[in-house]
């Protein structure tokens, strides 16, 4: 795992208090008031999803809520920002899958 330990604004990472939540059926730590993002990230864990069309991986991006690309499920809610949200104790949170595409699907049955 890798984290900032001592950040001037920040403060100690060991005066935050450690938390699980489950990421794709595993239960990994966090510490709180640390984004999703940061958390998994510090895991090891670098990709969130698919691209929803061609299945190609995707990662945190901007890390600032612009691009989009860090969408995961966070308790069966789907489309949320991993580097905006912030880890609670025992959350569930699921990578994004790819979806099938229904206008393609409906050229296809015709």
Do not use: W
């Not at 060991?14 to 984004?35: C, H, L, M, P, V």
């Amino acid at each position: 795992m890798t984290r900032i330990i001592d950040h001037p604004i920040l403060g100690k990472l060991n005066d935050r208090e450690k938390i699980s939540f489950q990421y794709d059926g595993k239960i990994y730590e966090a510490y709180e008031n640390e984004t999703i993002a940061a958390a998994l990230l510090a895991n090891g864990i670098r990709k969130l999803r698919v691209h929803e069309e061609s299945g190609t991986p995707r990662g945190i991006y901007c890390n600032i809520g612009h691009c989009m690309e860090c969408r995961v499920m966070v308790n069966d809610q789907a489309n949320i920002r991993a580097c905006l949200t912030v880890v609670k104790k025992d959350m569930v949170v699921e990578s994004g899958k790819q979806l099938p595409n229904p206008v393609k699907r409906m050229v296809e049955q015709r």
